[in-house]
């Protein structure tokens, strides 16, 4: 149990393009899902945490008009990358849990993660 | 804010053999958890241990055990029996129970199993 799933696990396009990478959780009710970012041989950074049907919560130092995050139902939460430049090409997994964001002790399971590739 | 410190960057150890990765956070919080997850090359994030901190006894999974050190603020992982399969970045993870479900991750420490 507890399947995250993350789509398209690699996608390559051109500059200035927008990309959406899709995070699912497949046998469970995700009330919270967080975005990671992660470069080369690096550690996690957490971009965002979204709750169903609200804004999500974005860390210091990200572009909230750049990755525009949405958490429409309690299965799938959506990033999207607006206008991305080679410089956003990263590591991007999210994760999802099935409390909520605060007081909740219920464990984050992870996607396998997209590779983003900007040209 | 809570900060975790993995000074290992890489370490090797040989096949059967036993290995310890350390970790050491910093928070003024006395209830928390403290993980460590494993990255393998497919970058999928595994769970390999979790402790609460409340609990003075030290979790084990199998061949994983960790030694938590609460007042010393330390939590290593021990890996015996070292296996191929084991090779992986390791990274070392904080969660608040007070202040939501955010992991706060460690820079990660690169294992090499040699045969």
């Known amino acids: 149990g507890a399947v995250v799933s993350q789509h398209p696990s690699w996608v390559i396009c051109k500059s200035g393009t927008s990309v959406k990478i899709e995070c699912r959780s497949l046998?469970?009710?995700?009330?919270?899902m967080f975005w990671y970012r992660q470069f080369p041989k690096q550690s996690l950074m957490l971009m965002a945490t979204s709750n169903e049907g609200s804004k999500a919560t974005y860390e210091q130092g990200v572009e909230k008009d750049k990755f525009l995050i949405n958490h429409a139902s309690l299965t799938l939460s959506t990033l999207t990358v607006t206008s991305a430049h080679p410089e956003d090409s990263s590591f991007y997994i999210c994760?999802?849990?099935?409390?909520?964001?605060?007081?909740?002790?219920?464990?984050?399971?992870f996607g396998d993660g997209t590779r983003l590739s900007i040209l | 804010a809570q900060t975790v410190t993995q000074s290992q960057p890489e370490m090797s150890v040989q096949e059967a053999e036993t290995v310890t990765l350390s970790c050491t956070y910093d928070?003024?919080?006395?209830?928390?958890?403290l993980f460590w997850y494993k990255q393998p090359p497919s970058r999928q994030m595994i769970l390999v241990i979790r402790q609460e901190a409340y609990k003075q006894q030290n979790a084990t999974e199998n061949r994983f055990s960790v030694n938590f050190q609460k007042a010393a603020k330390s939590f290593s992982l021990k890996i015996s029996d070292s296996q191929l399969g084991d090779a992986a970045m390791y990274f070392c993870?904080?969660?608040?129970?007070?202040?939501?479900?955010?992991?706060?991750f460690g820079a990660g420490t690169i294992l090499r199993v040699k045969s």
């Open positions: 994760s999802a849990s099935a409390g909520r964001s605060a007081y909740s002790n219920q464990p984050q399971h």
């Open positions: 928070t003024s919080e006395s209830d928390y958890y």
């Open positions: 993870a904080y969660r608040s129970m007070e202040y939501g479900n955010k992991l706060v």
């Open positions: 046998d469970f009710q995700a009330t919270t």
